[in-house]
Nanobody, 126 residues
Framework: QVQLVESGGGSVQPGGSLRLSCETS????????IAWFRQAPGNERQGVSY????????YYGDFVKGRFTISTDSAGKTVYLQMNSLKPEDTAVYYC???????????????????WGQGTQVTVSS
């Protein structure tokens, strides 16, 4: 059974940091890829970062601008999103998702993902 469980959200002041975790089970990251998305109220779901063991590099949304880093643990079961220099506009629910295979769209298209976690709230406010 495929499961994705996010954790690590919370409230921080502008300029602060958070590390989100996505614990995966029921599949191997050797064969499937994971992305982080976010959705703020009234907005569409937006691709934040994408990780694939077979890709030459991770991918990030243009708005990240070097502030976030995606990584995995040594066991290859948990995907992290380290977020630094957080801004109020980063406030959203953050989701991790497993990409469909074969790929059906670009990495940042949420329609290309068929398994989602429940989300974790990130609030950036002074």
């Amino acid at each position: 059974q495929v499961q994705l469980v996010e954790s690590g959200g919370g409230s921080v002041q502008p300029g602060g940091s958070l590390r989100l975790s996505c614990e995966t089970s029921g599949f191997s990251l050797d064969y499937y890829t994971i992305a982080w998305f976010r959705q703020a109220p009234g907005n569409e779901r937006q691709g934040v970062s994408y990780f694939s063991k077979s890709a030459s590099r991770p991918y990030y949304g243009d708005f990240v601008k070097g502030r976030f880093t995606i990584s995995t643990d040594s066991a290859g079961k948990t995907v992290y999103l380290q977020m630094n220099s957080l801004k109020p506009e980063d406030t959203a629910v953050y989701y991790c998702a497993r990409r469909k295979y074969p790929f059906t769209s670009t990495w940042d298209d949420p329609d290309g993902y068929n398994y989602w976690g429940q989300g974790t709230q990130v609030t950036v406010s002074s």
